[in-house]
C-alpha cells in the first residue's frame, strides 16, 4: 500500500543551537497527521512512505528526520542523543509549522516521544496512535528476553558471551541477531524499499547512545525509561496497535492500554514490528477507522 510520491512540500526548520531538520509534507488542510518514526536514529522513510498516501484521504500527513537522521543535521555531539531534547525538537517543529492539534503517530521509539510529548505539553494532541511501542523499557527487556530463549539455550548463552565480551560483529551472534529480526521486525521475505533504505542509512551513533548495539539489546541512557505510572494523565482518544510476533510484544502494549484511560488497543495476527507492511489492509482500515471517528 505504499508508494514512493514526493512530498508536497519539504521545510527546513531551524532548532536550538542553530540545527536544522527536514521536514516533509503531503496533502494540505487542518486534519494534520504528525509521524514519528522509530530507531532513534533512523530516516523517516520507512514510515513516511507507506502513511503519504493517507494524503489522498483528506489528512495533510506530515514527517520529518529527527535531528542526527536522513536530510536533518547530523552533529557529533553524543550529548544531544536523548529522550527530553527529542521532545523539545518536536515542540519546535510544530511551532515552526504552526501545526494545529494533529493526529499524532508514533512509531517503535516514537511511542516513547510520543508519549512524553503529551505528557509534557497537555493539549496539543486531537488524537494519539501508539503503533508497535511500549511504555516500559524495563518491561519490554523482559520480553525481549523471552524471544531471545526461544532460540534455545545454547544461542542464548552464545550471544550473551559475544555481549561481554564485545564481539557483535561475530558472524554467529549477528546471525541469531538475522533469525529474531525477521522473527519479530519484519516477517516479509523481501523487505520494501524504503524500509532498507532507512536501515542503510542509520545513524548508530544516535541509536548505540540511546538504546544500544542492536533491537534486542538495551544498554543506552533510555534503558531505564518508563511512563506507565503517568500514562493515566493522558486522557485523548488513543489507538494502541501492534503485531502478534512484534519485538515490542503484545504485553507491552496491554500495559499501556491498561494504563490509558481513553484507549483501543488491536493485535495483528500475522505481524511482527511492521503490520503497515506486513498486514497493510488490516492496518489501514483499522488506522482509517480511529483518525476518521475524531476528526475536529
Not at 496533502?27 to 523517516?44: A, F, I, R, W, Y
Not at 511501542?133 to 531471545?148: C, F, K
Not at 558472524?171 to 524504503?194: E, F
Not at 511482527?272 to 492496518?283: I, K, T
Request: aromatic share 10%.
Amino acid at each position: 500500500m505504499w508508494d514512493e510520491r514526493a512530498p508536497d512540500e519539504t521545510i527546513t526548520v531551524e532548532i536550538d543551537n542553530g540545527f536544522k531538520v527536514k521536514v516533509y509534507q503531503f496533502g494540505s488542510g487542518d486534519e494534520v497527521l504528525l509521524c514519528l518514526n522509530g530507531g532513534p536514529g533512523l530516516p523517516c522513510d520507512y514510515l513516511r512512505e507507506p502513511h503519504a498516501w493517507l494524503a489522498d484521504r483528506g489528512y495533510r500527513v506530515v514527517a520529518y528526520d529527527q535531528l542526527g537522521c536522513g536530510q536533518s543535521d547530523k552533529p557529533a555531539d553524543l550529548s544531544l542523543w536523548n529522550v527530553p531534547r527529542y521532545v523539545q525538537e518536536l515542540n519546535q517543529v510544530m511551532r515552526a509549522l504552526d501545526l494545529p492539534k494533529v493526529h499524532m503517530l508514533g512509531h517503535s521509539w516514537g511511542t516513547f516521544l510520543a508519549a512524553d510529548f503529551a505528557l509534557t505539553f497537555p493539549g496539543r494532541i486531537r488524537s494519539l496512535v501508539l503503533a508497535d511501542g511500549a511504555g516500559d523499557i524495563p518491561h519490554l527487556v523482559s520480553e525481549l528476553d523471552r524471544l531471545r530463549a526461544a532460540l534455545g539455550p545454547e544461542t542464548v548463552e552464545m550471544m550473551q558471551r559475544h555481549e561481554a565480551e564485545g564481539t557483535l560483529d561475530h558472524p554467529a551472534y549477528k546471525a541469531a541477531v538475522d533469525i529474531l529480526n525477521y522473527r519479530h521486525v519484519c516477517r516479509l521475505d523481501d523487505w520494501p524499499a524504503p524500509l532498507r533504505r532507512s536501515l542503510d542509512d542509520w545513524n548508530m551513533d544516535v541509536y548505540g547512545t540511546m538504546q544500544g548495539p542492536n533491537e534486542f539489546t538495551f544498554t543506552g541512557n533510555y534503558k531505564d525509561w518508563s511512563r506507565l505510572s503517568e500514562m493515566h494523565r493522558i486522557d485523548e482518544p488513543t489507538l494502541i496497535m501492534c503485531g502478534m510476533h512484534d519485538e515490542l510484544t503484545p504485553a507491552c502494549s496491554m500495559r499501556m492500554h491498561h494504563a490509558m484511560p481513553n484507549s483501543i488497543i488491536k493485535v495483528f495476527k500475522n505481524s511482527s514490528h511492521m503490520p503497515f507492511y506486513e498486514e497493510p489492509d488490516s492496518y489501514f482500515e483499522t488506522l482509517l477507522g480511529f483518525l476518521d471517528a475524531h476528526r475536529g
